[in-house]
C-alpha cells in the first residue's frame, strides 16, 4: 500500500465533511438549527403546522415521496418548506427502523393479523430460488400474496402513527415556538 492511500484520522474527517455526517453528532449545530426553526417570520401556528405536515409526510407509508410530499404540500398549503422538510426528517435513517416496526406492529394489532411475516425454510435460500421469486410471474404473485399482511399491517399502522405523531408535534411545536419567542418579543 502506498504512502498516498493511508488512511488517517485527518483523511477520514476530510471525508466524512462533505457528506455532513460530522453534524449529525455536533450538538451545537443542530441547537442552532432548531433555533433557526423558531425564528422564521412566521405566527407560531403556521411554523407548527409546517413541521406537523413534515412529520406527517415524513411518517406517512408513502416511501420514497416523504421529501417530494412535504415540499409539495407546503407549497400548496403556503406553508414554510423548510420547517416542513425539517418535520419529514423526523423520519431519518436512524428513525426509520423503530418507526416501522412500530407501524408494523400496531397495524397488525389493529387490523387482527397473527402472523405478519411467513413462515421462512431458510435451509432452501438460494440466490437462483430469490432471482427465480422475481422473475417468474407465478412466484412473485405468490410472494407478493405472502407479504400482503406484512404490507398491510404496515401501511395501516404508520397512517396511524403519521395522524397521531403530526397532531402531537403540532403542539408541541406551538408552545416551542410561543415559549422562545416570548423573551424576545417582550424586549
Known amino acids: 500500500m502506498g504512502h498516498g492511500s493511508r488512511v488517517t484520522g485527518k483523511s477520514l474527517y476530510l471525508l466524512l465533511v462533505p457528506c455532513s455526517w460530522h453534524l ?16 422564521v417570520k412566521d405566527s407560531p401556528h403556521r411554523i407548527a403546522l409546517a413541521f406537523a405536515l413534515g412529520v406527517f409526510m415524513g411518517i406517512s407509508p408513502l416511501l420514497g415521496l416523504h421529501y417530494v410530499g ?4 407546503a407549497w400548496l398549503f403556503r406553508l414554510n ?19 416501522s416496526t412500530f407501524s408494523v406492529w400496531l397495524g397488525a394489532k389493529m387490523i387482527g393479523i397473527k402472523q405478519v411475516l411467513p413462515e421462512v425454510d431458510w435451509k ?3 440466490l437462483t430460488s430469490i432471482v427465480s421469486r422475481f422473475t417468474d410471474m407465478d412466484n412473485f404473485i405468490i410472494l407478493v400474496k405472502q407479504i ?23 403542539f408541541i411545536m406551538q408552545i416551542l415556538v410561543a415559549r422562545y419567542r416570548k423573551p424576545r418579543d417582550a424586549s
Not at 70 to 73: A, I, Q, R, V
Not at 84 to 99: A, C, D, H
Request: charged content about 10%; overall charge positive.
Open 24 to 39: 449529525f453528532f455536533n450538538l451545537p449545530y443542530f441547537r442552532d438549527k432548531f433555533r433557526a426553526v423558531f425564528q
Open 81 to 99: 418548506k423548510l420547517v416542513t422538510l425539517i418535520g419529514v426528517s423526523v423520519n431519518n435513517p436512524w428513525t426509520i427502523v423503530p418507526i
Open 148 to 170: 400482503m399482511p406484512l404490507l398491510s399491517a404496515f401501511f395501516v399502522g404508520s397512517f396511524v402513527v403519521c395522524i397521531i405523531s403530526a397532531i402531537a408535534s403540532y
Open 70 to 73: 412535504g415540499f409539495f404540500f
Open 124 to 126: 432452501s435460500i438460494t
